[in-house]
């Protein structure tokens, strides 16, 4: 797997993400239905998906300032709690395309699906994450 294009947008290269042979075989246990091998890649992952999701609220939102440490272990509880609401099939794309940074083509091909059905699932998973992160902000910006 090569490292993903950096889009045209503003977001900057993207990091080849570093995924190992237990990581395949995880995915491959996911893909077949195995919960505890999904959270786990979510798990050994999700570093990485807090940067992508930071970055994706930073880049919507221009008033977005440094976040201090307990900030961001507030902002991270958030994002875990969202992420771990999200139906299965919608994060599970979020995962493989936002953490794995396999291409729309690839994680479409690992989840069986045709890629209209993979952006379609991404683009809810990342529209319940941003609505979670503005609530969070909400609630931040009135305490």
């Known amino acids: ?35 505890a091998a999904f959270d786990e890649l979510v798990r050994r992952h999700a570093d990485g998906l807090f940067a992508v999701v930071v970055r994706e609220h930073a880049s919507r939102d221009r008033s977005v300032q440094p976040v201090d440490r307990a900030e961001r272990a507030d902002l991270r509880r ?36 045709r890629e209209a059905a993979l952006k379609s699932r991404l683009h809810r998973a990342r529209e319940v994450l941003r609505a979670g992160l503005a609530d969070h902000a909400r609630r931040r910006g009135a305490s």
């Open 78 to 113: 958030t994002l875990d709690a969202a992420i771990a609401a999200l139906p299965v099939d919608q994060r599970a794309a979020l995962v493989l395309r936002d953490v794995e940074g396999l291409s729309t083509a690839q994680a479409a091909a690992v989840l069986g699906l």
């Open 1 to 35: 797997m090569g490292a993903p294009s950096a889009s045209s947008s503003n977001r900057g290269p993207i990091a080849t993400p570093r995924v190992t042979q237990d990581d395949r075989v995880l995915v491959a246990l996911a893909r077949d239905g195995d919960r």
